[in-house]
């Protein structure tokens, strides 16, 4: 793990991908809220999770979950203006970005919320906007979980094959990044102790 | 100081152009029928994410929409579809649509992954005008690495290699072979009808590379299945017949009695159908009138025909790679977008983005290309 596990902002700004990771595992998700984590969606990503994937005819269940989730005011959906996209930095990096990373990108500096998504390029950019210790993962956010006891060692497996079944629809497997996640907090756990 | 007026110009001509309902918008991107047709008015602005739900529905790249920029490459189809509206259904123009928009994508990816290509320039000198379209097709292949007599390989990444955006995608009207159009940000971009059969779009590449050459004034062509007499359409086809079956290689053949066999044989090695070759060798003098008419009924068959994109695949994946191949993802393009991707020039959200999937279907579009999707924390 590159991230410090022990600390983690509640109130983050989710690109799409971090938004199925999450919301697919009901063991995370329902850990994420006990440790008061609160999740804003801009509404171009409300479009790709709602219209867009509804389109394609795939997972009802999924999305389902994510309007409940909003009308629930559990994901709070956000809008940004033209101005925001006029920015410089925003307008300078479109083409190395999903849409969706960028209106994320834009409203987490806007209102000093963290960024939390699973795409590489996406954090490298969030880092240079936000600072590094305002972007975050879902391994990060499992870490966290494990470390602070919302999570704990009896979850481990069930998480992991929660997680796998989510794959049918060939959704990328972050089982690995769980596990060192989930390492990692037992190791600074131990460390904690022994001081 | 965001002028709404032109915003709203912009999004009427996107949505005119695509003739697209507000209601058919609305049920796409979840923009309400009355906050549509306010922007288009000019009465209220649009949020940031409105702009970029938008962009995505109308592939456009959103600078245009919240930029004074005054054109897009759509923009200039407009002139297109004022000429050969009735030829282009509302599908062909949302595949026109999408095609400007990967080949923008590409000259993207291109740019960022530092591509160099061989970019060919007209000679100042000037050929006599009957075998003008013979030269260039000789300096062209030449320019390529060929040797006289050597077989073309793969003819559509051959041109890509020149810094052209080609790609090929299913269009409704089949009287359409191909289209040139000049994108004021990509380049020189050419389309081919994928609803042709493979050896057919050999020969419109090759005649689409021809007007992209010669016809740089226009900022467009469109090829019909039948195309009239026009000189810029018999220059495009010489250059296309010599580029594909050069004069040198079929003047060298001892042929003294033409068969069935011996056409088929050629046509394949050629990667032509049976009457472009019959024409070419008529044109050479090759062939006599009598051989023309006896030989011009004789078709290849299809399996010698095969998408070399499909070649030697289990028929359930060369059926989902297929429907791929129709949306115009070359496995030139995937890969090119893949590099950049796997880089960490580009993000998986944005790779799904231009190759025009949801990053949901990402992973299964790149499985049918042998690529995969990382994971890096």
Redesign the interface.
């Known amino acids: 793990?590159?991230?410090d596990i022990t600390k983690l902002f509640l109130l983050n700004v989710i690109?799409?991908?971090s938004v199925?990771n999450i919301l697919s595992s009901p063991i995370i998700y329902h850990a994420s809220i006990q440790a008061g984590c609160y999740y804003a969606v801009?509404?171009?990503v409300?479009?790709?999770c709602?219209?867009?994937?509804r389109?394609?005819k795939?997972?009802g269940a999924i999305i389902t979950k994510l309007e409940k989730e909003i009308a629930a005011k559990k994901f709070t959906s956000c809008?940004?203006?033209?101005?925001?996209?006029?920015e410089i930095g925003i307008?300078k990096n479109?083409?190395?970005?999903?849409?969706?990373?960028?209106?994320s990108i834009?409203f987490a500096k806007k209102t000093r919320q963290a960024f939390l998504t699973?795409?590489?390029?996406?954090r490298?950019l969030a880092k240079e906007v936000l600072g590094s210790e305002f972007v975050q993962?879902t391994?990060?956010l499992v870490g966290f979980c494990f470390y602070k006891r919302h999570l704990l060692d009896g979850d481990f497996n069930a998480l992991i094959a929660e997680h796998q079944a989510s794959l049918t629809?060939?959704?990328?497997?972050?089982s690995r990044?769980f596990k060192?996640a989930y390492v990692e907090s037992l190791r600074i756990g131990l460390m904690e102790r022994q001081i | 100081m965001?002028d709404l007026n032109l915003l709203a110009k912009k999004l009427t001509g996107c949505r005119s152009r695509l003739e697209y309902s507000y209601l058919e918008i609305f049920e796409?991107?979840?923009i309400k029928e009355d906050r549509l047709k306010a922007f288009e008015q000019a009465q209220i602005?649009?949020?940031?994410?409105?702009?970029?739900?938008l962009?995505?529905f109308f592939r456009e790249?959103?600078?245009y929409f919240?930029?004074n920029q005054q054109s897009s490459a759509s923009e200039n189809t407009d002139s297109l579809y004022r000429q050969f509206g009735a030829e282009f259904t509302k599908e062909d123009r949302r595949t026109v649509q999408e095609f400007l928009y990967i080949c923008e994508c590409e000259a993207?990816v291109w740019s960022?992954l530092e591509e160099n290509k061989r970019s060919y320039k007209l000679p100042d000198r000037r050929f006599p005008i009957n075998n003008e379209a013979e030269k260039i097709a000789d300096e062209v292949r030449i320019l390529l690495g060929y040797k006289q007599n050597e077989l073309l390989q793969n003819i559509f990444d051959d041109f890509r290699m020149l810094g052209l955006h080609i790609f090929r995608r299913k269009l409704h009207n089949s009287n359409l072979s191909g289209i040139f159009i000049q994108h004021p940000v990509a380049g020189k971009c050419v389309l081919v009808n994928y609803s042709e059969d493979l050896y057919r779009q050999n020969f419109t590449v090759s005649h689409e590379v021809a007007h992209s050459i010669f016809d740089t004034n226009q900022r467009y062509n469109v090829s019909f299945t039948k195309d009239g007499k026009d000189i810029k359409e018999i220059r495009a086809n010489r250059f296309a017949a010599g580029f594909l079956m050069p004069a040198a290689v079929l003047k060298k053949l001892k042929v003294s009695t033409w068969s069935e066999q011996i056409l088929i044989k050629l046509a394949v090695q050629f990667q032509v159908n049976i009457i472009a070759l019959l024409y070419r060798l008529k044109f050479l003098k090759l062939i006599t009138q009598q051989d023309f008419d006896k030989f011009k009924g004789l078709k290849l068959p299809k399996a010698l025909k095969e998408d070399p994109e499909l070649k030697d695949l289990p028929s359930k994946i060369a059926f989902a790679k297929m429907q791929v191949l129709e949306l115009g993802l070359s496995a030139t393009y995937v890969r090119k977008c893949h590099e950049a991707?796997s880089k960490?020039?580009?993000?998986?959200?944005?790779l799904?983005?231009i190759l025009l999937t949801?990053?949901?279907?990402?992973?299964?579009v790149l499985?049918l290309f042998n690529l995969k999707?990382?994971?890096?924390?």
């Open positions: 793990m590159n991230s690109d799409s991908c199925w801009t509404n171009y409300g479009y790709e709602l219209y867009k994937k389109q394609k795939h997972d809008d940004i203006t033209i101005d925001d996209l006029q307008l479109r083409k190395n970005l999903g849409k969706g990373e960028l209106s834009v699973d795409d590489k390029k996406a490298a993962t391994p990060h629809s060939s959704w990328g497997d972050l990044f060192e | 965001f796409r991107t979840g602005e649009p949020t940031g994410d409105e702009i970029l739900i962009a995505d790249d959103y600078k919240i930029s993207d960022l991707y960490a020039l580009i993000s998986q959200s944005r799904a983005e949801s990053e949901h279907e990402l992973q299964d499985a999707l990382v994971y890096e924390f």
